[in-house]
Structures are given as structure tokens and as C-alpha cells.
């Protein structure tokens, strides 16, 4: 959608209704920016009793389980609801976790809110999309399905500077008021999804209510046309995410399947994709999912503050300044990272991202191995604080724009609904794991968790050098003949079958952009 045509006249409903729906992702930013923060305030860490490393990841991480186990069950509560009721009773329970954390009077308390507001962001995050892809008409979809990305940006920024804000209140309301305020705009984004967020027509009408679903057509005002467009988009068995391709169509950053017909059992379903032919490139996608969370960003955003603190930033408001300075950064390169994704090419950014990232980790453990870092002295510091910033601005514009595309865009039409939620179950359990151990990692030691993750990114751009197949400039149908007449042959095994289906993708990109020279 051209942005004049917006000035120039009211827009349709259905972009009201993709925004509205977008600010989901606000709600998980703002969680993201303000718990790193509120665990390192004096006032908290006195109420929890100082707590160890070890407990201090627990606290962080134990959001990330309890969602990643809702997020399963979240296509079933959309089925039987509709998207707006299951977006809305997500909020509601996320909501109720975050009330709970600021209300807490232990530890145990704080705990138990942290596991309550995960089962709730599982239940409506995976949704988002979901409901995005129903509404909205394919030339315009591209455009929508940057709005929950970017606003968890913009959350991540509001998190932050919360915090910041409320550090020197100088008492327990300095680290409770930003869970209340959190706990505050998900009940009102759940009263307004209830309320003005209209059912999605595509669900009315497999639940045979026709009329209900015309009705919401045009509060929508989605053309005619289009209506059909969207619900040809949909295989008859499975919601799928809109995966991008050449034509530009654009996925989820988090995926949820939803059953609606099922001509083959759940378990044949899911055994499919441990197939001869889609297996490979699960396994391609798990690795990459996992190794997105395993280069250590959410390492950074939850625990900036601390990173900050270590490098040398001696006061709170410092630290805070500082963590709330690279979420503005994160949100500045967000939309630009986004628009030229296809520009680039899948593997071009994964290697190059993965070498840029290498070198910000290898070069801050090595200034903190070889001890050029010291508190209040010395430019070792500032180059760490740089080189984190260059870590996430690098992140932002490779790994998080295009690697849960590309785990999605290569399975299996078949199997893309289970392999992507497999390669995202990957992604929530390193999560956890990176968010659990970082403190501890941090605490033994000044540069091994830099090391780590250093050698992580790397090995994931040595493994896509020769294993990740680049699909720029091809359709999903195009992705999946390559792969299916490559696959016929016997080289589907392992590493050895990703190599050679990479090789053949590679000659089939460069033979058609040497036709394109020569008919130029």
C-alpha cells in the first residue's frame, strides 16, 4: 500500500485492525526491556536477598518454558474461540502474571507471576500473525507483518527507559511500578481486542457462518477480490504463516499452527517431517533457530544493565541510560533491516551477520581476557560498550530479519506448519538456556560467556557456507522442485544431502542470473 494513498484517504479497516493487533508485540518488548533492569535495582535485589547468578537467570528465564509449552495449545484456543478471543484471553492472562509480579511479597511470589504471564505471552503472541494473514490483502501483507516486529522494538525501547525512570524512586515502588504499568496496557489491550478487533471472516466462514463472515468483510473493507486471494492462501489442512518469496510476501517472527481439517492423523502429521526428503532440511532449520539464540541476544537485552555494569558504568542511571540507548538503536535499524531483507539474500546475511558478530564477541573477550577493562579508566570500556552496540545493530539487520523466513520458507508445503513449530521450539528451549545461564556465565567469568558466543556465530556462518542453500529470488514453488528433484536422487542424508541440495540451488540462482545478463 502506497503511504500517499493512506494520506490521501481514510483507511480501510483492516489496517486499523493490523495495528491494533501489532500492539501485542508491545506488550512482549516492554516485558523484555524492564526485566534486566528491575533485577539489577538495589530496592529488588535486597527483597529477593541478593540473589546468585544462578537464581538470578532463573528468575529472568522462567517466563520461557511455561510459553513455549502454552504456544503449542494456542491454534487450538483460536480454533475454538476465534483469533480476537484467543489474542484477548492471552493479554488477559499475561497481564494477570505481570499484576502478580508487581504485587509479589516473596521471591516464590515473583516467580509464580513470571510463569503465569509466559503461559499468556505463548497463548496470543503466535496469534498476531496469525490473525494479520486473515485480514489482510497479499499486496499489502508485506507491510503488515512488520508491525508486531517493529513494536516489540518500540516496546523494547518503553521497557527500558521505564526503568529508568523509576530507578531512584527509593523505595519497593521502583521496580514494582513498571510491572503494574505492564500489567495496566495488557488488560487494556485485551478489553480493546475484545471490543473492536472484528472476528476473522476466514474463521467465521469454516465455522459456517457466512454471514457473519460477509458482515466482517466489510467492516474490514477488504475488496471482493482480494477476499478471495486471501482465502486461497490457506492449505485446507493447516493455517501456514505467509512466507516472503520473490513476489514479497512476508512471515511471522513467531509462528502458530491451527488446525482446521485433519485428513491425516496428528501423528502421521508429525512424523512427516522426519521424512526422507523434508528431514534435512528440518534439521537445517532447528540448527539455525537455535543458533540464532545461542550468538547471546537475548544475553544483551536481558541483561544490558549488567553488561554496562561490568564494563565499567558505575552508576544505575548510567546502565540504564546506556541499555535504553541500544534498544533505540535496535528500533532505528529495525525498518530499514526489514525493507532491504530481500535485497540481500538469505545467506548472505546469515554468514556475513555471523562474521560481524563473531568479531564484536571476540573482540570484547579478548580486551576482557587480556584486562584493557577497568572500571572508571582506560578506553577498553568504551569499546566494549561500542561493540555491543555494533553486536545488536548487526543482529538486527542479519540474523533477526532473515533466519525464521528462511527455517520456513524451505520446508515442505506438507510439513511447513510442524518443522517451523519445531524449529521454534528449538528457538524457546536455547532461549531459556542463554537467559538461564548468562549471570552465572558472567560471574565466573569476565570473558568466557564472549568466547562462547563468539564461537557459536561463527561455527553457524562456517555451517552456512556450505550447508545453506541460498533461495533470494525464488518463489516457494521454485524452492520446493529444486529441493524435491534434488531430493529424488538419494541425497537426503545429513549434512552431506544439505551440502549437495545447497550446491544445486546455488547453480540454479546462477544460471538464472546469467540468462538475465545475457538477454540484458
Known amino acids: ?155 523494547l525501547v518503553t521497557g527500558f527507559f521505564t526503568c529508568y525512570g523509576t530507578a531512584n524512586v527509593g523505595s519497593s515502588l521502583s521496580w514494582r511500578l513498571p510491572f503494574i504499568l505492564l500489567a495496566a496496557y495488557s488488560l487494556a489491550y485485551s478489553t480493546a481486542v475484545l471490543v473492536w ?73 508429525f512424523l512427516d517431517v522426519f521424512s526422507s526428503d523434508a528431514r534435512p532440511r528440518l534439521f537445517l532449520a532447528v540448527f539455525l533457530m537455535g543458533m540464532q539464540q545461542l550468538s547471546g541476544i537475548d544475553g544483551v537485552l536481558y541483561y544490558a544493565p549488567l553488561l554496562f555494569q561490568q564494563a565499567g558504568l558505575s552508576t544505575t542511571e548510567s546502565t540504564f541510560l546506556a541499555s535504553g540507548v541500544s534498544a533505540i538503536l535496535i528500533f532505528a535499524v529495525t525498518i530499514p533491516a526489514t525493507l532491504c531483507a530481500d535485497r540481500w539474500g538469505r545467506r548472505t546475511q546469515t554468514i556475513f551477520g555471523g562474521l560481524g558478530m563473531t568479531a564484536t564477541m571476540f573482540l570484547m573477550g579478548g580486551l576482557y581476557a587480556g584486562g584493557a577493562v577497568s572500571a572508571g579508566a ?25 533466519i525464521k523466513v528462511y527455517a520456513a520458507e524451505i520446508q515442505p508445503q506438507r510439513t511447513r506448519a510442524s518443522a517451523t513449530s519445531l524449529a521454534h521450539g528449538g528457538n524457546w528451549a536455547t532461549n531459556f538456556l542463554v537467559a538461564l545461564v548468562t549471570p552465572t556465565l558472567l560471574a565466573r567469568s569476565s570473558y568466557g560467556a564472549y568466547f562462547l558466543f563468539g564461537g557459536c556465530t561463527l561455527l553457524t556462518a562456517l555451517v552456512c557456507w556450505f550447508c545453506m542453500p541460498e533461495t533470494r529470488g525464488l518463489s516457494l514453488g521454485e524452492i520446493e522442485q529444486a529441493f524435491r528433484r534434488d531430493g529424488g536422487r538419494g541425497h537426503g542424508r545429513g549434512v552431506s544431502g544439505l551440502r549437495k541440495w545447497a550446491k544445486a540451488l546455488q547453480r540454479k540462482v546462477a544460471g538464472s542470473r546469467m540468462s538475465a545478463a545475457v538477454d540484458a
Open 1 to 155: 500500500m502506497q503511504l500517499r494513498n493512506l494520506l490521501q484517504q481514510k483507511p480501510p479497516g483492516y489496517v486499523w485492525a493490523s495495528v491494533l493487533c501489532s500492539l501485542g508485540g508491545f506488550l512482549f518488548g516492554i516485558d523484555t526491556g524492564i526485566i534486566g533492569p528491575v533485577t539489577v535495582m538495589e530496592d529488588f535485589t535486597r527483597y529477593v536477598g541478593n540473589p546468585t547468578p544462578t537464581v538470578h537467570g532463573l528468575i529472568v528465564s522462567s517466563i520461557l518454558i511455561p510459553a513455549a509449552v502454552s504456544s503449542f495449545f494456542a491454534g487450538r484456543v483460536a480454533d475454538a474461540l476465534g483469533r480476537p478471543r484467543g489474542i484477548a484471553i492471552g493479554a488477559f492472562v499475561f497481564g494477570v502474571g505481570a499484576a502478580l509480579e508487581g504485587a509479589s511479597m516473596h521471591i516464590a511470589m515473583f516467580i509464580v507471576g513470571r510463569i503465569i504471564e509466559g503461559v499468556g505471552e505463548g497463548l496470543y503472541l503466535g496469534m498476531l500473525m496469525v490473525y494479520i494473514c486473515e485480514i489482510s490483502p497479499p499486496r499489502d501483507r508485506g507491510a503488515f507483518s512488520m508491525g508486531p516486529q517493529l513494536l516489540t522494538t518500540l516496546g
Open 378 to 402: 582506560g578506553a577498553g570500556r568504551w569499546v566494549v560498550v561500542v561493540c555491543i552496540y555494533a553486536f545488536a545493530v548487526l543482529y538486527c539487520v542479519s540474523w533477526a530479519v532473515g
Open 197 to 269: 478487533l472484528p472476528p476473522s471472516p476466514r474463521w467465521l466462514t469454516l465455522h459456517g457462518k457466512t454471514k457473519e463472515a460477509s458482515d466482517a468483510w466489510e467492516r474490514l473493507g477488504v475488496p471482493a477480490a482480494d477476499r478471495e486471494k486471501i482465502l486461497e492462501q490457506y492449505d485446507a489442512t493447516v493455517v501456514e504463516p505467509a512466507i516472503p518469496d520473490a513476489r514479497g510476501d512476508n512471515s511471522t517472527a513467531h509462528t502458530s499452527s491451527v488446525t482446521v481439517a485433519t485428513p491425516k492423523s496428528k501423528k502421521a502429521e
